[in-house]
């Protein structure tokens, strides 16, 4: 593509869709065909009416795309919505990402929110921040440090599923964050601040401040004596 193929949104208004090289949006923009560039950049306020796939995301204002978005690399400092479903293959979320539909990658580093309709599907999820997922949260490692708030998924399941509580460093402040799931299902589990009606693994270990309905497991069950486990089964 040659450098004429770039479009530029200083102001308000509407533009075609089609093929560009980079997308740089700083005031108020409205894409309103299937949009496909390698770089498409958000510091103003943005709207795709239809479908977006591009190389690298970068939004530090506020992003909206109406149908599907796909993407290698996302980094969002400030708010994102998608409508349908988003392939984003290694994303960073310092902001906020809401997505209507399922959300599938390779890399999820969370640091701020996000929300989902659907199923996650992840080779690494990593969260510090706090997420909302309607469906299944599916990954081989699954790290979440819980710092505030509540994080939810309707079930999680992979290899390695590790759920800690951290330590705030503002004096005074009672850490409140917690992970609920209906069933939590890996081969190796470590929970701490999780309630649950059903924990099944080969390994696992309830740590602090977990309430849970029924762990069911194979090898080994650690059980912090501060928690609750209404029944145990080794299978």
Known sequence: ???????????????????????????????????????????????????????????????????????????????????GRASLKNIKILGTLEVGEDLTGDEANIKGTISVKGDVEYETFESTGGFEIKGLLNADKIMVSLRFGESSAEEIGGGVIHVKKKSSFVPFVKDTGTLTAKVIEGDDIYLENTK????????????????????????????????????????
């Open 1 to 83: 593509m040659t450098k004429e193929n770039n479009l530029t949104i200083n102001g308000s208004g509407s533009y075609p869709g089609g093929e560009y090289d980079k997308i740089s949006i700083r005031g108020d923009g409205t894409i309103v065909n299937d949009v496909e560039c390698s770089i498409f950049h958000v510091y103003g306020t943005s709207e795709a009416v239809e479908n977006v796939k591009a190389g690298s995301i970068k939004v530090f204002g506020e992003a909206e795309v109406k149908g599907n978005l796909q993407a290698e690399k996302m980094l969002i400092m400030g708010t994102m919505e998608v409508g």
């Open 196 to 235: 649950a009606d059903i924990v099944r693994g080969k390994i696992v270990k309830i740590g602090t401040g977990c309430q849970i309905g029924s762990v069911e497991y194979t090898t080994e069950l650690m059980h912090d004596p501060g928690s609750t486990i209404k029944t145990k089964t080794k299978l």
